[in-house]
């Protein structure tokens, strides 16, 4: 318990009062067996899991100047003097600090003790506080490992609830039923069920992604049916676009990327079939693969689906699709913590180095699993790219402090041992990667079905029940309402139908909910773990981008297949899902969208807000160009050219609503002020252009015909390259490039000064062919050379050259063939920097401007309606789901 | 109603909106009502991640070289990796300054200023690894999700000015290990988060993605703003409760700002040429511009990284790997210290030097896969390490602490991570224990339960 105070003039007080009290043995006797099992079952583990942190020897912390690990020291007490004194509970310290008694003395500080572990420690104390714990000793019990596993609720295998008698009128459901009737014990009122309009929009959102159909709207908010619910859960629940949106969710668990990371030596970095494991994980949710089956083919495709027949073979991608790291020991590392921490919610890969510090993992655990993985090995020229098979199966070491070299007691392949049963026999078939699935997937595994059902909850409600969805060890609390948690776990074990259990959830009281709440309710329970009220969403990067793409019609459904790269200057429209994740250089996209790491399994999704989501909404040239699409769309389908016709079809296409008529009078006002032109955007790379020059005997160019054709990151003259003509190989890229076959043929990189002033020059230049008799490379200012030499078979650095320019006059970079044309390939970098007569600096730099055609923004500026679209599509209203 | 319960209060309903927004914002330059008279306004971190060799840079041991190669007088301490005889230092020291302290030749130029550097060689982690250390380093907390020493700041000061994040970090060519995680807002409302920036970069328009619209002009988009903000405000009216609405309102505005302020504020070609050369070339020289550019300019917190991952962390081949790292940001330090004097900016600016831990004394075992089998580096030591800090209130010319003999561990005066937190809030006029936040329950602040301010520091 940490006695450190929440104020330490408070802490000041209780010195003062305390310091004088005598301390007198409490236990005079020796404690009874029965004493000492109480101790140890119940007061022990709590003592460890919510004080030792802040009062032990182990910790090195004695917040308070208390510790709490030996008899001696709680007799002692701290700072604030003894914490028992007696038999009698009410009067100690001990039960003021954790009841709460106290304003400025609440321990633990961060959360109230259960009122069960309250009483036992009254109990306790009432015994005469037993307590064995030598003063100074090594805790020789306080590892996890000698605490019963079965005395934390996550390892005890949930059961079904039992509905309770006087349910909440209306409750057909016992986890509604148990949410009521904590929500009236705390007084908290139950929200209503929200509107039709607010309903479509969810559950489309959670089971799709996208926002509905104007169909889908319409023929359920205007349908009094009651069963129009269950019918609009079904058929979003039978679309391909649920495997799309649920797939999507396992990706994250799965911490997919279609690439290996860092690769040595430009090695090939994309994952060959990484796209095979996505579309398999798309498809299981959609067919509703049983979930124990979805583990099986995981981490045992080899043995459910050898040949790949039914495409299962794919799945062992959940093993195979992480980060490759140069260390085999590290890749092996991120296999076992997905499969524990992604299947099992628990933090194994902790135990890489020594037993868990505060669950009952010892490192031998690590080393069974490793055991497993070492026995199993890639086969790249199998029926699947991503599997593995067995290879050589065997048990190995416990490595010490992690180092192989450092070799410890043999770790036999088997499951964990807080979750074995006392007889088990070890893993004997193969390298045991499908019995470690069995026992994954088995219905009395107590982890399996809570971890999968709390993940899924989090996804429809917007908050998980366990708080840390990947960690269920001792630390971790039991939801607010256990019974839910444990009720849908032990259903879903039942049937491991993620679409039943989707289905069930979504047809709760707890799921219709409203999301408006009163200041009464926000005060009493601010984080809704009372499940009062819906919780409202904000929409994820993938929903984001594709609820955008769908209301701008630019939506393609097609699925599968390899990933597309999405971050390009107009807009791909694929669905996210099947965007590229490149783990090494994910796009900042990605990331300013709080996109999932690729690089290790992600418990959930962070949600930032940060001015560059706002900057991409505004500015970037994808946003602009749906806008443009969208609103486009919307003159086709008004039915005039009439403004409010115009704007009541934008909210119905883009919020997919009706709007009210002071947003169409606010919305009238801003389509009919004018358009106001573009700001003159100095794109550094409008400044160059790239040609083929005919120069004069000093090489000043007579005559400029900027290239035709971009293609392979180059300028050429033509779309056959070389050219049949005299032009030849002559080229520019951003590097260099080749001169054509004669001096009529040179090539042109140019400059356009954007103002008046000095220049300087500095550069490197150079020519690598093994042959050919080199490139005469000039510079000239406004037709003035003011550096020419001849390049062969060298590199070298240049400048820096000063001149004096006038604003709109030409830098030309001229490189011309010798005699002989061929072998004739230069490498020319150039960095300019121009100081203008006022002061001002202009750089511009032939590698980092280097382009190919540049858009003209001018035909791309939206117009007044396309603004207005613009709008409602980054609103708040927008990017939240109620 | 006391300052205690002011920040209560902020905790309470109001959570998004900064401490010195509550108290009324008495101006929009300084003048924020702190705990203490601030002594700085402005913090630059310069964050050598990966962890640089105290013993090769800052903390001289000459024992080192005597015990070179030899096992070291004490027991080795246990760190990251299997670890050796002693190491000596590759690099040739010598004394700086009135206060003739011994800098390595690696920061020649930083040692100039060594009369304004407060060194404390005592500084301590929790344990050898990187991700907890920096962590550790950044938000006081190795392993729950908390906020940032930049996100605590910028919640307690709140901005001077409302065009720039309050919060920026920098680092080239990608992320640091730990990534945005780093400088994380936590349980702070979301715009307490650094604004991350691939200094890699030199144009705007790459530093700052879409930082100019393209398909509408100006005055229009101002107009959509209006537009977008009155329906976003109607939107919020029917959820009062719901603090992130408010906070995507108002990044937009911020995202408008930012155009032309950033812009303006990352163009490093607006500074005069003997600038540019006092800072030098090179990725690390122009961030460090930058961040002067942006403290100039208020923002509160700037942290730059070395680079992506891990640079400073050279289990091997150390002597070239320190030596090429130490080029690259020896000058721009040492240049952002003269530059910072020169505009006045130095009192109120506090500069921050270190690594998430330093390295050990002795040297690292070889080992297939991490160091490629040699035996020329040195392994993490969260035991002891140094960091300085000048400007912004503290006092110059000092050392603080000291490790053992060969710098294997802090001996004397210990400052751990908690302890220099501590110390950094109450030069911003922070009291450590209250300044709070009311998350799920219960006061959090940055040390936690820890912290001791480390009085020597101050001027």
């Given at each position: 318990m940490n006695i450190s105070l929440p104020s330490r003039i408070a802490a000041v007080g209780f010195l003062i009062v305390?310091?004088?009290l005598s301390v007198s043995p409490i236990?005079?006797?020796q404690p009874s067996k029965d004493e000492l099992d109480f101790f140890e079952s119940k007061i022990r583990p709590l003592l460890i899991d919510h004080c030792y942190e802040c009062h032990s020897t182990e910790s090195g912390e004695s917040e308070g100047d208390l510790l709490v690990d030996s008899a001696a020291a709680i007799r002692r007490g701290g700072a604030g003097g003894p914490l028992i004194g007696g038999r009698d509970a009410d009067k100690t310290m001990l039960m003021r600090v954790i009841r709460y008694d106290d304003r400025n003395l609440q321990m633990p500080p961060d959360n109230k003790l259960s009122d069960e572990s309250i009483g036992l420690i009254q109990r306790w104390i009432e015994m005469g506080a037993p307590d064995p714990r030598q003063e100074n000793s090594v805790e020789t019990t306080s590892s996890p490992l000698d605490r019963d596993?079965?005395?934390?609720?996550?390892?005890?295998?949930?059961e079904r609830a039992v509905m309770i008698p006087d349910a909440n009128q209306g409750d057909h459901d016992l986890v509604d039923a148990f949410a009521a009737a904590r929500a009236t014990e705390a007084q908290v009122d139950l929200a209503a069920e929200a509107p039709g309009e607010t309903l479509v929009r969810r559950l489309c959102f959670d089971l799709t992604g996208l926002p509905p159909t104007k169909q889908q709207v319409d023929s359920f908010v205007g349908s009094d049916a009651p069963e129009a619910y269950t019918r609009l859960v079904d058929r979003l629940l039978a679309s391909p676009a649920f495997g799309e949106r649920f797939g999507r969710h396992w990706m994250d668990v799965a911490r997919y990327a279609d690439t290996v990371g860092y690769a040595l030596g430009g090695k090939e970095r994309r994952i060959k079939g990484?796209?095979?494991?996505?579309?398999?994980?798309?498809?299981?949710?959609?067919?509703d693969m049983p979930y124990s089956e979805m583990i099986r083919h995981q981490l045992a495709g080899d043995r459910t689906d050898p040949e790949n027949k039914s495409g299962n073979l794919d799945a062992m991608g959940f093993l195979t699709i992480g980060r490759r790291f140069l260390n085999r020991y590290d890749t092996w590392d991120d296999r076992i913590d997905v499969i524990t921490r992604g299947l099992q919610g628990m933090t194994v890969a902790c135990a890489r180095c020594h037993d868990h510090k505060f669950d009952p993992i010892p490192a031998s655990d690590y080393y069974s699993l490793l055991g497993v993985m070492q026995s199993s090995s890639e086969k790249a020229d199998g029926p699947s790219p991503l599997m593995m098979v067995d290879k050589d199966p065997h048990d190995t070491h416990v490595l010490l402090r992690g180092q192989p070299g450092n070799r410890g007691p043999m770790a036999p392949r088997q499951f964990l041992t807080s979750l074995r049963k006392p007889d088990e026999p070890k893993f004997d078939d193969g390298s045991g990667r499908l019995q470690l699935a069995d026992r994954i997937a088995d219905p009395t595994n107590p982890l399996t079905a809570r971890v999968m059902v709390n993940r899924i909850w989090a996804q429809l409600i917007g908050k998980p029940l366990v708080d840390s969805p990947s960690d269920f060890g001792f630390r971790t609390e039991p939801p607010a309402i256990p019974e839910i948690l444990d009720d849908l776990s032990a259903d879903f074990a039942s049937h491991w139908s993620v679409k039943r259990l989707v289905r069930r959830i979504v047809m709760t009281r707890i799921y219709r909910q409203s999301s408006t709440s009163s200041d009464a309710v926000q005060r009493s329970d601010p984080e809704n773990r009372l499940l009062t009220r819906a919780n409202t969403r904000r929409r994820d990067f993938e929903s984001m981008r594709d609820a955008l793409l769908m209301v701008s019609g630019s939506l393609d459904r097609q699925m599968g297949g390899e990933p597309v790269e999405i971050t390009m200057s107009t807009p791909v429209p694929r669905r996210s899902v099947y965007a590229m994740i490149d783990r090494q250089n994910l796009p900042s996209l990605f990331r300013t969208f709080d996109f999932a790491s690729p690089d290790a399994h992600s418990p959930m999704r962070y949600f930032t807000t940060v001015p560059q989501q706002a900057l991409y909404l505004l500015n970037d040239r994808q946003t602009s160009e749906l806008a443009r699409r969208a609103s486009m769309a919307i003159g086709r389908e008004a039915k005039s050219s009439d403004l409010d016709d115009r704007i009541r079809t934008a909210y119905r296409q883009i919020?997919?609503?009706?709007?009210?008529?002071?947003?169409?009078?606010l919305m009238r006002e801003f389509l009919v002020s004018p358009v106001s032109p573009l700001l003159a955007t100095a794109d550094p790379r409008s400044r160059w252009s790239y040609g083929i020059g005919d120069v004069n005997d000093d090489f000043s160019v007579k005559k400029f015909v900027a290239f035709k054709v971009f293609a392979k990151g180059r300028w050429q003259a033509?779309?056959?390259?070389?050219?049949?003509?005299?032009?030849?190989?002559?080229?520019?890229?951003?590097e260099g490039g080749h001169p054509g076959n004669s001096k009529g043929q040179s090539a042109v990189r140019r400059w356009r000064a954007p103002a008046s002033g000095t220049l300087r020059v500095i550069g490197q230049m150079g020519h690598r062919g093994e042959k050919g008799d080199g490139i005469q490379a000039t510079m000239l200012v406004h037709g003035r050379s003011i550096f020419t030499e001849k390049q062969v078979r060298?590199?070298?650095?240049?400048?820096?050259?000063v001149a004096q320019v006038q604003e709109g006059q030409f830098v030309d970079f001229v490189a011309s063939p010798g005699k002989d044309s061929s072998y004739d390939s230069f490498f020319w970098r150039s960095r300019i920097k121009l100081t203008g007569s006022d002061g001002r600096v202009y750089e511009a730099d032939s590698v980092k401007d280097f382009s190919g055609p540049i858009d003209t923004d001018s035909n791309k500026q939206l117009d007044r309606l396309a603004q207005l679209v613009q709008v409602l599509m980054i609103s708040n209203e927008f990017a939240f789901v109620d | 109603m006391n300052r205690r319960d002011l920040l209560r209060l902020c905790g309470t309903g109001l959570g998004s909106i900064a401490l010195s927004d509550m108290l009324g914002r008495e101006a929009a330059h300084g003048a924020v009502p702190t705990h203490f008279p601030p002594r700085a306004k402005y913090v630059i971190h310069l964050f050598m991640n990966g962890g640089p060799s105290h013993v090769d840079t800052f903390d001289y041991k000459p024992e080192l070289q005597k015990f070179d190669g030899k096992t070291a007088p004490t027991k080795n301490l246990k760190t990251e990796r299997p670890t050796g005889n002693v190491m000596g230092s590759p690099f040739k020291f010598q004394q700086y300054g009135e206060s003739g302290f011994h800098v390595s030749e690696l920061f020649s130029k930083t040692a100039a200023h060594i009369d304004d550097l407060c060194l404390i060689h005592s500084m301590r982690a929790d344990v050898p690894n990187h991700e907890p250390s920096l962590m550790l380093m950044n938000t006081g907390e190795s392993r729950l999700v908390r906020p940032s020493v930049g996100s605590w700041l910028t919640y307690?000061?709140?901005?001077?000015?409302?065009?720039?994040?309050?919060?920026?970090?920098?680092?080239p060519g990608g992320y640091p290990i730990k990534e945005s995680q780093n400088w994380q807002n936590g349980f702070l409302p979301g715009k307490y988060q650094a604004t991350y920036i691939d200094s890699s970069h030199e144009r705007v328009e790459k530093l700052i993605d879409n930082i100019r619209p393209t398909a509408v002009g100006p005055v229009d988009q101002r107009q959509q703003l209006d537009l977008l903000n009155k329906i976003n405000q109607q939107h919020l009216k029917q959820r009062p409760h719901d603090p992130r609405l408010e906070s995507r309102i108002e990044s937009f505005e911020l995202a408008y700002r930012m155009q032309s302020e950033a812009a303006e504020a990352f163009d490093v070609s607006r500074e005069t040429e003997e600038t540019l050369r006092l800072y030098g070339d090179g990725d690390f020289a122009r961030q460090t511009l930058i961040s002067r550019r942006l403290v100039e300019r208020g923002v509160r917190y700037v942290q730059l990284y070395t680079g992506a991952g891990q640079p400073w962390d050279n289990h091997d081949d150390l002597a070239t790997g320190h030596a090429k790292l130490a080029k690259k940001v020896d000058q721009p330090i040492a240049a952002l210290l003269s530059d910072l004097k020169r505009l006045g900016l130095f009192d109120e600016t506090l500069v921050i030097w270190g690594g998430e831990f330093g390295r050990t004394p002795v040297v690292e075992m070889p080992k297939k896969g991490s160091n490629q089998g040699k035996m020329n580096g040195r392994d993490h030591n969260h035991w002891g390490f140094t960091m300085w800090m000048a400007g912004g209130g503290t006092k110059g010319g000092q050392k603080i602490g000291a490790t053992d003999e060969i710098g294997f561990q802090a001996v004397e005066d210990r400052v751990h991570v908690h302890d220099l937190h501590a110390t950094i809030l109450r030069l911003m006029g922070f009291d450590h224990e209250r300044l709070t936040y009311r998350y799920a329950g219960r006061d959090f602040r940055l040390t936690d339960v820890h912290g001791r301010v480390v009085d020597k520091v101050l001027a």
């Open positions: 305390c310091a004088t236990h005079a006797v596993p079965a005395t934390h609720w996550a390892f005890v295998a949930p990484s796209d095979r494991f996505r579309d398999w994980t798309i498809h299981a949710f959609a067919t919020l997919q609503r009706a709007p009210e008529s002071n947003e169409i009078a033509s779309g056959v390259f070389p050219s049949k003509d005299a032009n030849g190989y002559v080229s520019l890229g951003k060298n590199n070298r650095p240049f400048g820096p050259l | 307690g000061l709140g901005t001077e000015n409302d065009n720039l994040p309050g919060f920026v970090t920098m680092c």
